[in-house]
T-cell receptor, first 108, second 114 residues
Framework: GIQVEQSPPDLILQEGANSTLRCNFS?????LQWFHQNPWGQLINLFYIPSGTKQNGRLSATTVATERYSLLYISSSQTTDSGVYFC??????????FGAGTRLFVKA | EPEVTQTPSHQVTQMGQEVILRCVPI?????FYWYRQILGQKVEFLVS????????KSEIFDDQFSVERPDGSNFTLKIRSTKLEDSAMYFC????????????FGPGTRLTVL
């Protein structure tokens, strides 16, 4: 089945710093989403981005489907950005595969 | 804003007991999903459901698991005889349609099997 790899696994940032999280996938995908899992365990939708680039405030994402990767950019990080960021892909048949996540901690 | 809801938020059960986890998907959504997340690990797909049938299921979703949409609003996951290793957070999700399959997740049910 499709493999989803996220990097880095862990990231510590000083408040105000920028970062890039990466998601590689091993096969063509129909859909790709980025989620933020906050410290209370909720999965918050960030982007639905099977291809192209989207921006939402300090966050933006780019998916290059032909090269099988997606990037999530966080600019001017805040302590509330802490948590785990997951990339999830659907390769067909409504089966969605999550990556292992990037655990982000933003220091004040 | 419409959201997916799940009940209960926390369920504690004895090994071997049956549990039913309940979800109310977003009202106009047609596709429904269950996932689980063992503490500290990644989110794992269990099953997808459309038009009152299972569309896809993972190897985790064995004969101990079943799903049902008993009425027009609820979507349930039943575990027939719980095991210690079923302890996890269970998330329900829903999406509008196949061509735009953005999934929205509920807050989860934490299942603890003793």
């Amino acid at each position: 089945g499709i493999q989803v790899e996220q990097s880095p696994p862990d990231l510590i940032l000083q408040e105000g710093a920028n970062s890039t999280l990466r998601c590689n996938f091993s096969d063509s995908v129909n859909n790709l989403q980025w989620f933020h899992q906050n410290p209370w365990g909720q999965l918050i939708n960030l982007f639905y981005i099977p291809s192209g680039t989207k921006q939402n405030g300090r966050l933006s994402a780019t998916t290059v489907a032909t090269e099988r990767y997606s990037l999530l950019y966080i600019s001017s990080s805040q302590t509330t950005d802490s948590g785990v960021y997951f990339c999830a892909v659907e390769a067909g048949g409504f089966k969605t595969i999550f990556g292992a996540g990037t655990r982000l901690f933003v220091k004040a | 804003e419409p959201e997916v809801t799940q009940t209960p938020s926390h369920q504690v059960t004895q090994m071997g007991q049956e549990v039913i986890l309940r979800c109310v998907p977003i009202s106009n959504h047609l596709y429904f999903y269950w996932y689980r997340q063992i503490l500290g690990q990644k989110v794992e797909f269990l099953v997808s459901f459309y038009n009152n049938e299972i569309s896809e299921k993972s190897e985790i979703f064995d004969d101990q698991f079943s799903v049902e949409r008993p009425d027009g609003s609820n979507f349930t996951l039943k575990i027939r005889s719980t095991k210690l290793e079923d302890s996890a957070m269970y998330f329900c999700a829903s999406s509008l349609d196949a061509s735009y399959n953005e999934q929205f997740f509920g807050p989860g049910t934490r299942l603890t099997v003793l």
